[in-house]
């Protein structure tokens, strides 16, 4: 009965979901502030009554629409959508934790169609600041046509205890249009209810509630980027766009290639920061304080023993393309990094991932007359959601293996960086034709996080409580003289 249940409601949302997705209005109004599309809920409710499912005062819905050609042929995509590992590469920068619960149905050899499994989900954004979104929902996909698929998502009530992290989604997902020449459209529809008993913090409100966060133009600005990013490495010309003459075969490209990324998802993973610790004392009024997780890893592929995760999120007067500009220009580096001891760097290879210079892999070797043994490994990404720069640092040992081809999941990386993206305010003026304030691609407002994380003792430590508090004031100390030295470097010191 169970299962017969979770079909039934699967393919309703499925219906619904396929009419969103087709229809603008009358389902779709434009949204007086930003002009994109949102559902329109009376016309809605008419169609598809139903109770709200948070009864507090503080619950709202987000909704949002788009659409998008991205690189990659639509069968992948689908194979891709249906597999949590997959699902959480195509997203990195989203999906910090996936999984299949139960699997329904295996669909349909060839083009998967009825395919229905329980998923468990968690999202996760820009900022320890920002809670995480969790989600048990089923996932149906069916074929409409040859070439044409459509993703189904709806919330289920899978732990009989109400959502974990207090968001329902109702029914969401996309439909995939397979084009020729390796390409497909995809048109998205988000329609998430929230409850927001924890208030969020004041630098990301507008951001959070203005749906640019969680919205479908994230999730197709970031499936774009990573698509591209993709398809740059299977071109013949990729060679081409690598520059320093250390890379010289395919598998080293491919295994550099896997490196950073397996460091972007840890980054991404960290700025969860469960059981952490604030440092409030940073100004109130533009920064967020400090805040420091301990944990104790033992996965392979990061340093085994005690790592102490810092970060702090702050509010800057500059775009977010001039913020991003600083951060991957290698000759600024020496204006905020501390571990290089102001000296500057030298870029030894640089290999291009996407249209946008700023979408790239860097490997840099800075002037450290006592540590000449390190490399720094960096990736940089842009789109129309956001930017970030992640970057660790590898002895220069294991970058030959990397260079080598050898397999660079077994190489310990611990990343830090940036993540940088529009304030989220709404437009106060100028030329509306040059502002995307939604999205904050051109408007005033910048919000940075800034996320460090450093091994402070090896495996044999046993607990976090066996580390002195002088650890995570050394951190604490790191992170805020680098935010001091960021500020100077942008002429910003003034905002306290």
């Known amino acids: ?96 934790k996936a999984r299949t619960i139960l699997l329904l149905e ?81 048109t998205w529809v988000e329609h998430v209810e929230v409850d927001d008993r924890t208030q969020t913090h004041r630098l990301y409100r507008d951001l959070i509630c203005g749906r640019s966060a969680y919205g479908a133009e994230r999730w197709i600005a970031s499936l774009r980027r990573i698509c591209e990013r993709l398809a740059f490495y299977k071109e013949e010309t990729a060679a081409a766009r690598e520059f320093g003459g250390v890379i010289t075969s395919p598998e080293g490209r491919k295994s550099i290639v896997n490196l950073a990324h397996r460091m972007v998802k840890i980054f991404f993973a960290s700025l969860g920061m469960s059981g952490k610790l604030d440092f409030p004392q940073l100004s109130e009024v533009h920064n967020s304080g400090v805040r420091v997780a301990i944990r104790k890893n033992t996965e392979q592929g990061q340093p085994i023993g005690m790592v102490v995760s810092a970060a702090t999120s702050l509010w800057l007067p500059l775009s977010p393309q001039n913020v991003f500009n600083f951060f991957k220009d290698e000759k600024s580096r020496i204006q905020w990094d501390i571990l290089s001891n102001s000296n500057p760097v030298h870029v030894i290879s640089h290999i291009s991932n996407g249209t946008n210079p700023g979408n790239c892999i860097s490997i840099t070797h800075p002037f450290i007359p006592t540590e000449n043994n390190m490399l720094i490994l960096q990736e940089s990404c842009t789109d129309s959601s956001g930017s970030m720069v992640v970057y660790a640092p590898l002895d220069i040992p294991a970058m030959n293996m990397v260079i080598g081809g050898a397999d660079s999941s077994i190489i310990p990386i611990l990343p830090s960086g940036f993540v940088i993206s529009g304030d989220g305010r709404p437009d106060t003026g100028g030329d509306s034709s040059t502002s995307t304030s939604s999205t904050g691609a051109d408007s005033g407002g910048s919000l940075l996080t800034v996320a460090f994380q450093i091994l402070v003792a090896g495996p044999n430590v046993t607990s976090s409580t066996e580390l002195n508090m002088e650890s995570v004031a050394t951190v604490n100390t790191l992170i805020s003289t680098t935010v001091l030295k960021i500020k100077a470097a942008l002429n910003c010191s003034n905002l306290g």
């Open 106 to 186: 295996a669909g349909t050899v060839g083009n998967r169609n009825g395919s229905l499994q329980m998923m468990y989900e968690q999202m996760h954004i820009l900022s320890p600041l920002v809670p995480p979104r969790e989600f048990y929902f089923l996932r149906l996909c069916q074929q409409l046509e040859p070439g044409e698929w459509v993703i189904a998502d709806i919330s289920y009530d899978f732990m009989r205890d109400g959502s974990p992290s207090r968001a329902w989604r109702l029914p969401s997902g996309c439909m995939i249009q397979d084009k020729s020449n390796g390409c497909s459209k995809v």
């Open 1 to 96: 009965m169970e299962k017969a249940l979770m079909a039934e409601t699967a393919a309703s949302a499925a219906d619904e979901l396929v009419r969103l997705l087709r229809v603008n209005e009358p389902l779709w109004i434009k949204s007086p502030s930003d002009g994109r599309y949102i559902i329109d809920r009376v016309g809605y409710e008419k169609l598809y009554p139903r109770d709200s499912h948070f009864k507090s005062s503080n619950a709202r819905v987000e909704s949002s629409k788009d659409s998008a050609m991205v690189i990659m042929p639509g069968m992948d995509l689908v194979d891709m959508f249906l597999d949590p590992n997959k699902w959480m590469d195509l997203f990195p920068t989203i999906v910090t």
